[in-house]
């Protein structure tokens, strides 16, 4: 049987025909996305049916299911002819960083964490639907209905039937559900709008059908709930007690698997959903792969010779420190930030510790993430790499000391895509449990080299030094 899997992620859609008996993959296309933190819905449709009209034309057979992998908490925001009233806001839009401030004065962090597992952020979709009311308020006074960029690409797959639907995993991005107890919040929703009350999509279990396609090439498959595209990555790598995700996308997305729902109050660890029931607790920047390849264009290389650069380096580049915050940050809450770099002197300014700097720089951020994982009481037994910059040999080699703990590789594939079509399988299945895929993989050992201490100290001062936390 052959299943599909999409990833609508920040930069491209990805979609991977899957034999859903053994996991492996048979066909795949990419079409990209435009750039920018504010992008209308149309492209991610325009970008999905051309990615699957290619995947499915090289596909061997019939489509039986299809689910979406979605990009976090972009508020797709609907007129009553079901139009967006405007461009969709993404996940790395700062602009409601005032109204993340407003709502945590409001009812105070610890409250917040404890009813919706978040401290607001300007990522959060309730933030956006305040500015939205703050700032443009013909257009708020518009909204019939809120979806999540996976629902919204869901919901035209099957032909924009009457109810709309999302799962637990994007739900609990929102900033309007409770993971406690597994229900929209739409008292908050109200009072981010002014007292408006638009309707929001029906939650569905992970192993939900939600509908059939219409969409020509796949008509009459069964959609799954669909998620976010962390929790498809999730489910697609089969996580077990123990691991660790380290995603270097556009974002740099840290995760592990959990039994409990996780409430951090400081707002580092976001307390998600999963795809599976259970949760997810999340930590998220938004400055990673774009480092890489920002550098490289600085260095007028490409990737490859950017990870060159870096490997010919030696650990802590000679003094200099990147702190990444290129596009603002997330984690540090520091929206408004720009990048900086520490150290510099007549002798170390070179290519190569430049480069070595910038993937340094990202890892660290990472580095730290898994600390505040490890802090919600997770084991961290080993690290997952994945993402479009897991593909760097520099990031591959130097990783495992930065984290202190060995590192799997998993052979480079679309994760997302992939935990999609697994659950496009499960749903069609109708079986109590996911079908398990095997992941293979290279491992690189931590080993005994502790050169990274110097380097996180290095970071952990200029960050200090410059933003005061
Ligand atoms: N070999 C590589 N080294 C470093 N970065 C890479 C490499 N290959 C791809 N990338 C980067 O990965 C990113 C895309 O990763 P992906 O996980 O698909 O992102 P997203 O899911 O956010 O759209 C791009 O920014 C690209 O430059
Ligand atoms: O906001 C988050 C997670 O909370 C991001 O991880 C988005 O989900 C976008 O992911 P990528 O496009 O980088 O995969």
Redesign the pocket.
């Known amino acids: 049987m052959l299943v599909l899997g999409i990833d609508s992620?920040?930069?491209s859609t990805k979609a991977l025909v899957v034999d859903a008996d053994n996991g492996a993959v048979v066909a795949e296309a990419k079409a990209s996305h435009p750039e920018g933190t504010e992008v209308n819905p149309a492209a991610w449709w325009e970008a999905a049916q051309s990615a699957i009209a290619e995947a499915v034309e090289r596909a061997p057979g019939r489509i039986e299911a299809v689910s979406v992998g979605g990009?976090?908490?972009g508020m797709v925001a609907l007129d009553s002819s079901g139009e967006p009233v405007r461009d969709a806001l993404l996940?790395n839009d700062t602009r409601s960083a005032p109204q993340a401030d407003e709502l945590i004065e409001r009812h105070g962090a610890e409250q917040l964490a404890s009813r919706t597992g978040l401290v607001p952020v300007a990522?959060f979709t309730i933030t956006k639907l305040a500015w939205l009311t703050q700032n443009e308020p013909h257009n708020a006074d518009r909204v019939e209905q809120v979806l999540l960029p996976h629902d919204w690409l869901g919901w035209q797959l099957a032909g924009r039937p009457e109810q709309a639907w999302t799962d637990h995993g994007d739900a609990s991005?929102t900033g309007y559900y409770s993971p406690a107890t597994g229900e929209w919040i739409p008292e908050l929703l109200a009072e981010a709008m002014g007292g408006r009350t638009p309707k929001l999509p029906k939650l569905l279990a992970p192993n939900a059908k939600a509908a059939e396609a219409t969409l020509p090439g796949i008509e009459g498959a069964t959609i799954g709930a669909g998620t976010?595209?962390?929790m498809a990555a999730a489910l697609g790598l089969g996580l077990k007690p123990g691991d660790v995700v380290v995603?270097l996308?556009?974002?740099g997305?840290v995760f592990a698997p959990a039994e409990q729902p996780s409430a951090d109050p400081s707002g580092i660890v976001?307390g998600f959903c999963d795809a599976t029931g259970r949760y997810l607790p999340?930590v998220?920047t938004l400055n990673?792969a774009r480092v890489l390849s920002s550098t490289a264009q600085m260095l007028e290389t490409d990737l490859e010779g950017l990870s060159e650069l870096a490997l010919a380096a030696e650990p802590g580049a000679a003094g200099l420190s990147l702190l990444p915050y290129l596009e603002g940050e997330r984690t540090p809450n520091l929206p408004d930030a720009t990048g900086t770099l520490t150290g510099l002197s007549g002798a170390n300014m070179t290519p190569q510790n430049l480069a070595r700097a910038a993937v340094e720089g990202m890892l660290c951020g990472m580095a730290d993430a898994i600390d505040a994982i490890r802090d919600t009481g997770a084991e961290v037994r080993r690290v997952l790499l994945i993402?479009g910059a897991a593909r760097s040999e520099a990031v591959q080699a130097i990783a495992p000391g930065l984290f202190g703990v060995d590192v799997d590789i998993p052979d480079p594939a679309e994760y997302?895509a992939l935990g999609a079509a697994k659950q496009a399988a499960w749903a069609h299945s109708g079986s109590a449990a996911p079908p398990e895929w095997e992941v293979a993989g290279t491992r690189k050992a931590v080993g005994a080299d502790t050169s990274h201490e110097v380097v996180r100290t290095a970071y952990t001062l200029a960050r200090k030094q410059v933003h005061g936390i």
């Open positions: 992620s920040t930069q990009q976090q908490h996940w990522s991005g976010g595209d962390n995603s996308g556009t974002s997305a976001a999340l998220c990673a993402g997302v």
